[in-house]
């Protein structure tokens, strides 16, 4: 996968975040989470971005580690959605096991930068060979 298809992937990802919030019930558990969920998975996009442009590759580990938290804090929001109750398990599958890929998708990639002391590029263009 490259650069260009995992920011399309996790601009879409925060898109789908959007268009489930929106449908939430209007419920006051059901809007606290839908905020702590649009934060985090909105968030996965916009930390993407900004690894892409970082200055040095600390910056970039830096970035990437924001990524992979706010994809697994993501999770974790579905998770309290679905076990809730509040969203049907069928419903949120999809978005559970797309926020899975993109954690291990960055811990793989952070992984590979820390190892090798490679720039950004390599290592996001790496990621679609493997």
Do not use: C
Not at 18 to 35: I, M, N, W, Y
Not at 50 to 70: P, Y
Request: aromatic share 4%; net charge positive; charged share 30%.
């Amino acid at each position: 996968m490259s650069e260009s298809d995992l920011k399309k992937r996790t601009k879409a990802f925060a898109l789908r975040i959007l268009k489930l919030v929106d449908a939430l019930p209007k419920t006051t558990s059901a809007r606290a989470l839908a905020t702590q969920l649009v934060r985090s998975g909105t968030s996965v996009a916009a930390n993407y971005r900004a690894a892409r442009r970082a200055k040095s590759t600390a910056h970039f580990l830096s970035k990437l580690g924001d990524v992979e938290e706010e994809a697994d804090e993501t999770l974790f929001w579905l998770e309290l959605l679905e076990e809730s109750g509040i969203v049907p398990t069928k419903r949120l599958s999809a978005l559970k096991k797309e926020s899975d890929e993109l954690v291990a998708i960055i811990v793989a990639s952070i992984n590979t930068a820390k190892k090798r002391g490679v720039d950004k590029s390599s290592v996001l263009s790496r990621r679609g060979r493997e």
